[in-house]
């Protein structure tokens, strides 16, 4: 069976400093990688995906995440965070039997002061 | 376009208890999908539901059950519940048509509470 780990479970930050989330992830096949984002009272969108191609994926608001296959990992990155990213990040992956199902993380709840 | 709605938005039940958690999908959305998430977790896939029918489901027990309406519309039913059912309950909708996963859109959740 998949899973998806993510080590930092609370990331605090000041504002313009830079911002990496850990994400890896088990699974033998292919899989798709995502990156949702849940803001304060908000639904989880999505920040950004990977599906194949160029392992450097950029999103929106900034965020960029590289998949390193040798490493199953999957990390988020921003050069400079704002006070309004505090929210909890997500890591999720698809697997390639087709199922549309995603496997979560345990989220990482970043909190950046001003 | 309202996105998708859940209702109601907390919930207080007993143990022992039976719950109904409802979903209004995204405008074009024929697909419904629900999640769990426990407090401190990621979302855990529950089911899914297409044309009326479950589709797929995760890792849990029978006592989850569910039905989609020919609106696409959808209903999570937990009988005999556990105080470990307390979470939010997460649903989600997509069209079947077009694009993959990616295209779902998450609503607000049911926050349930079993005492």
């Known amino acids: 069976a998949q899973s998806v780990s993510q080590h930092n479970h609370h990331v605090i930050l000041s504002e313009a400093a830079s911002l990496e989330l850990g994400c890896n992830y088990s699974y033998g096949g292919t899989v798709n990688l995502f990156w949702y984002v849940q803001y304060p009272g908000q639904h989880l969108q999505l920040l950004l995906k990977y599906f194949s191609g160029d392992p450097l994926v950029k999103g929106i608001k900034g965020f960029e995440a590289e998949f390193i296959k040798s490493k199953f990992s999957f990390n988020l990155r921003k050069p400079s965070v704002q006070w309004s990213d505090t929210a909890e990040y997500f890591c999720a992956l698809e697997t390639n039997t087709g199922r549309r199902a995603l496997t979560f993380g345990s989220g990482t709840r970043l909190q950046v002061q001003p | 376009d309202a996105g998708v709605t859940q209702s109601p938005t907390h919930l207080i039940k007993t143990r022992g208890q039976q719950v109904t958690l409802r979903c209004s999908p995204k405008?074009?959305?024929?697909?419904v999908s629900w999640y769990q998430q426990a407090l401190g977790q990621g979302p855990q896939f529950i089911f899914q539901?297409?044309?009326?029918?479950?589709?797929q489901r995760g890792n849990f027990p029978d006592r989850f059950s569910g039905h989609q309406f020919p609106n696409y519309s959808s209903e999570l039913n937990v009988n005999a519940l556990l105080l470990g059912d307390s979470a939010l309950y997460l649903c989600?909708?997509?069209?079947?048509?077009?694009?993959?996963?990616?295209?779902?859109?998450f609503g607000p959740g049911t926050r349930l509470l079993v005492l």
């Open positions: 989600a909708s997509s069209p079947s048509k077009t694009g993959g996963i990616e295209t779902q859109y």
């Open positions: 539901y297409y044309e009326e029918e479950e589709r």
């Open positions: 405008s074009g959305h024929d697909t």
